[in-house]
Each structure stands twice: as structure tokens, then as C-alpha cells.
């Protein structure tokens, strides 16, 4: 299934950009601020969102669990665009956010999903397709991948119809997205190393995940994915959060996933894995070539060769789903048909 990431449609990033920012021109005029609602995966794709929706469009965007907005009254001003994540288009809580969202009068709503004629496309006023064809495996993986893609589109595309903000970088996110079918191609190379890796969670029960900015939604998303597939207990934390509370659990059992990419953040990023490294944990880092940490003793360092920067969150997702992928399989468990989940939670 992972493979099949590569066949995610993402060939003609021009089409989908024009389409949806014609889109968002009509049906998004008003918009003054932004809701996404989604559950599992498809919350950390929001997440994902959140950060570029601020950062590059200007809009100022709220992201929570479907599974919680409906047991709460949440202020939702005028003008503000919902969008709802959802691989099938069936899961019940997403549903009933937007179900009662829409008796309260708000929206307009934008449905992301990876299936036509679902329940959300029906419910929604515009749906965008992922295209990713169907997931065969329970966890979502080029659902994750080309949910991202098509919000790095949507980003762009609010990048140049939002009026308040700048018009910044439509050009750099063209170009990334265009670049991207190919860097996916190189990120599956790490397959290898990556098993490697997963080797060494044999054994193991729990596993820390840290990242940064929107690579902490990606350490949410891998830490998601190797609990699901090889039921290893993981949790993932912002960087900066690893001293108030996680770094009690860190000892030579504990091994720390940490996803340190080139940018500004990198230097904090380093500073958090001396604290893991000191306190005897096996720590892999997950970075580019080049930018100072090296493999040695209980230190692992896997380099991607090009992530790019708008879309490097994208490509960080591979090697953590990869990571997922071999841990179950070398611990024999049904990596497509993981113990007590559903493909999507109806009730
Ligand atoms: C949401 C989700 C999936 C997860 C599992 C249960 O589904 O949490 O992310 O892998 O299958 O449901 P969806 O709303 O994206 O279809």
C-alpha cells in the first residue's frame, strides 16, 4: 500500500492548483478564518494544515478532533470556512461535527476525502479528492500523504485569494508540488535503512516521537502509525515539551524517534536528543544530509536527501510509515489488518 503513495495523482499539481483557487474565489469569498474538523490520521493532516494555513496564507485556523467539537459549544464567528478530513467519507463523529455545525448555520463546508459519493462529499458544498484509490490496509498511509498534498493545493490557493495576507511563495509551492511524485520516489529508498531500524524496536514496548512546528503533527502521525501496526506503545511530543514530563520515562528501554529537519528549529531539535542521549536511550534522527549528527553508538541518523521546505513534511511522513510498516512485519503482526480496528469507525 505504501508504494501505491506514488500513484496519489499528484502528476498535475497546475490543474488541481487553478481548479481550487477558481474555487475558493467563488465559494470562499467571505472567508475570514478557518475550522478543520477530522479524526486519527486525518486530524494530523489538519494539523499539518494549520501550520501552513498561518504561515503562508494568513488565515487564522483552528484544528480539533471531531470526535470532541461535538461535546462542547465551540464559538464559530461568521466567516469562517470549514473544512472536514476524512479518507472515507463515513466516520460517524465527522459527520455529526459538521452535521451540527451546519444546523447552526456556519459554513461554507469543503470536504476532503479519498471517496466519491460518501457521506461527507454529499454533506459537503465542495469536495476535493485525494485520488489516492482505495486503501487496502486499515491504517491510512497515501490517504495521509495525498490528504497533505491536496492541502499544500488548497494553502497555495488561499495563499492568493485570501486578501489580508501577502501573496507569498505561489511560485516555490508550484515548483515543490510539481517536484513531489519524484522526491516520494527517493524518500522510498531509505527502505533499507529504515528496516534496519525497525530491527532494533524488536523487543521494545514504548517509543517517544518528537518533532517540531508541523513535523510534531508527523511525529503524532508516526507514533500513530506504529502503535496501530506493530502495537509498540508510542506517544509523540513537541520538542520543546520533552523536559516538562516525557524525559521521566527515558531510559536505556526507551527509544526516541526524533525528527530534526533543516531549518531554523534544528538547533533546539539537537539539543533535546543530548537530553535522551545522556539518559542512555536509543535515538534515531531523521534528517538531511549535511546537518551536523552522525550514526554511532545508540545513535542512528537517517538521512533524506531532498526533502524540500514547504513539503518536507510530506516526505518525513515516508520513512516514518516505512518504519511502521517493517516493525510489523518482522514481529508477525497484520500490518493491513491491525487487531481491533475498523476502516472507518461508522457508529
Ligand atoms: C479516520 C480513522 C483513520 C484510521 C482508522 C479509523 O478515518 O481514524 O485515520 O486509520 O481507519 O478511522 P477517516 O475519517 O479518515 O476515514
Not at 487564522?60 to 466567516?79: H, I, K, L, N, Q
Not at 530491527?199 to 507514533?223: C, D, N, S, V
Not at 541518523?301 to 518525513?316: I, N, Q, R, T
Given at each position: 500500500a505504501i508504494s501505491e503513495t506514488l500513484e496519489g495523482r499528484i502528476e498535475r499539481p497546475d490543474w488541481g492548483l487553478d481548479d481550487i483557487a477558481d474555487g475558493l474565489a467563488e465559494t470562499w469569498a467571505g472567508v475570514r478564518e478557518v475550522l478543520i474538523l477530522a479524526c486519527g490520521t486525518s486530524y494530523h493532516a489538519a494539523l499539518v494544515a494549520r501550520y501552513w494555513m498561518e504561515a503562508h496564507a494568513g488565515l487564522p485556523t483552528a484544528v480539533e478532533v471531531a470526535s470532541e467539537f461535538r461535546y462542547r459549544d465551540p464559538v464559530v464567528r461568521p466567516g469562517t470556512a470549514i473544512i472536514a478530513i476524512s479518507?472515507?467519507?463515513?466516520t460517524a463523529d465527522t459527520l455529526a461535527a459538521v452535521r451540527e455545525l451546519r444546523a447552526n448555520g456556519h459554513g461554507p463546508v469543503l470536504a476532503i476525502c479519498n471517496v466519491r459519493e460518501s457521506s461527507l462529499d454529499r454533506e459537503a458544498d465542495t469536495t476535493l479528492y485525494t485520488?489516492?484509490?482505495?486503501?487496502?490496509?486499515?491504517?491510512?498511509t497515501k490517504a495521509f500523504t495525498t490528504q497533505l498534498t491536496v492541502l499544500a493545493l488548497l494553502t497555495a490557493a488561499a495563499s492568493q485569494s485570501s486578501?489580508?495576507?501577502?501573496?507569498?511563495e505561489p511560485d516555490a509551492w508550484r515548483s515543490e508540488l510539481r517536484g513531489l511524485p519524484g522526491r516520494i520516489h527517493k524518500a522510498l529508498e531509505l527502505d533499507e535503512p529504515i528496516r534496519r531500524v525497525a530491527a532494533g524496536l524488536l523487543g521494545r514496548e514504548h517509543a517517544l516521537f518528537l518533532g517540531r512546528g508541523p513535523f510534531y503533527p508527523i511525529a503524532m502521525e508516526g507514533a500513530l502509525k506504529l502503535k496501530e501496526i506493530s502495537y509498540i506503545h508510542a506517544e509523540a511530543y513537541?520538542?520543546?515539551?520533552?523536559?516538562?514530563?516525557?524525559?521521566?520515562?527515558?531510559?536505556?528501554?526507551m527509544p526516541v524517534f526524533v525528527l530534526a529537519p533543516?531549518?531554523?528549529l534544528l538547533d533546539k531539535v539537537l539539543s533535546n536528543l543530548e537530553e535522551v542521549r545522556t539518559r542512555g536511550g536509543d535515538v534515531m534522527v531523521l534528517t538531511e544530509p549535511g546537518q551536523g549528527p552522525t550514526s554511532g553508538e545508540g545513535m542512528e541518523v537517517v538521512e533524506l536527501p531532498d526533502p524540500g521546505a514547504l513539503l518536507a513534511p510530506v516526505l518525513y511522513t515516508i520513512p516514518l510509515q516505512l518504519l511502521a510498516y517493517h516493525t510489523a512485519v518482522l514481529k508477525g503482526t497484520d500490518v493491513d489488518q491491525p487487531r481491533n480496528l475498523a476502516k472507518s469507525v461508522t457508529v
Amino acid at each position: 500500500a505504501i508504494s501505491e503513495t506514488l500513484e496519489g495523482r499528484i502528476e498535475r499539481p497546475d490543474w488541481g492548483l487553478d481548479d481550487i483557487a477558481d474555487g475558493l474565489a467563488e465559494t470562499w469569498a467571505g472567508v475570514r478564518e478557518v475550522l478543520i474538523l477530522a479524526c486519527g490520521t486525518s486530524y494530523h493532516a489538519a494539523l499539518v494544515a494549520r501550520y501552513w494555513m498561518e504561515a503562508h496564507a494568513g488565515l487564522p485556523t483552528a484544528v480539533e478532533v471531531a470526535s470532541e467539537f461535538r461535546y462542547r459549544d465551540p464559538v464559530v464567528r461568521p466567516g469562517t470556512a470549514i473544512i472536514a478530513i476524512s479518507q472515507s467519507g463515513e466516520t460517524a463523529d465527522t459527520l455529526a461535527a459538521v452535521r451540527e455545525l451546519r444546523a447552526n448555520g456556519h459554513g461554507p463546508v469543503l470536504a476532503i476525502c479519498n471517496v466519491r459519493e460518501s457521506s461527507l462529499d454529499r454533506e459537503a458544498d465542495t469536495t476535493l479528492y485525494t485520488e489516492a484509490g482505495p486503501e487496502i490496509g486499515v491504517a491510512s498511509t497515501k490517504a495521509f500523504t495525498t490528504q497533505l498534498t491536496v492541502l499544500a493545493l488548497l494553502t497555495a490557493a488561499a495563499s492568493q485569494s485570501s486578501r489580508g495576507a501577502a501573496w507569498r511563495e505561489p511560485d516555490a509551492w508550484r515548483s515543490e508540488l510539481r517536484g513531489l511524485p519524484g522526491r516520494i520516489h527517493k524518500a522510498l529508498e531509505l527502505d533499507e535503512p529504515i528496516r534496519r531500524v525497525a530491527a532494533g524496536l524488536l523487543g521494545r514496548e514504548h517509543a517517544l516521537f518528537l518533532g517540531r512546528g508541523p513535523f510534531y503533527p508527523i511525529a503524532m502521525e508516526g507514533a500513530l502509525k506504529l502503535k496501530e501496526i506493530s502495537y509498540i506503545h508510542a506517544e509523540a511530543y513537541p520538542a520543546g515539551e520533552l523536559k516538562h514530563g516525557p524525559l521521566a520515562l527515558v531510559d536505556e528501554d526507551m527509544p526516541v524517534f526524533v525528527l530534526a529537519p533543516n531549518n531554523q528549529l534544528l538547533d533546539k531539535v539537537l539539543s533535546n536528543l543530548e537530553e535522551v542521549r545522556t539518559r542512555g536511550g536509543d535515538v534515531m534522527v531523521l534528517t538531511e544530509p549535511g546537518q551536523g549528527p552522525t550514526s554511532g553508538e545508540g545513535m542512528e541518523v537517517v538521512e533524506l536527501p531532498d526533502p524540500g521546505a514547504l513539503l518536507a513534511p510530506v516526505l518525513y511522513t515516508i520513512p516514518l510509515q516505512l518504519l511502521a510498516y517493517h516493525t510489523a512485519v518482522l514481529k508477525g503482526t497484520d500490518v493491513d489488518q491491525p487487531r481491533n480496528l475498523a476502516k472507518s469507525v461508522t457508529v
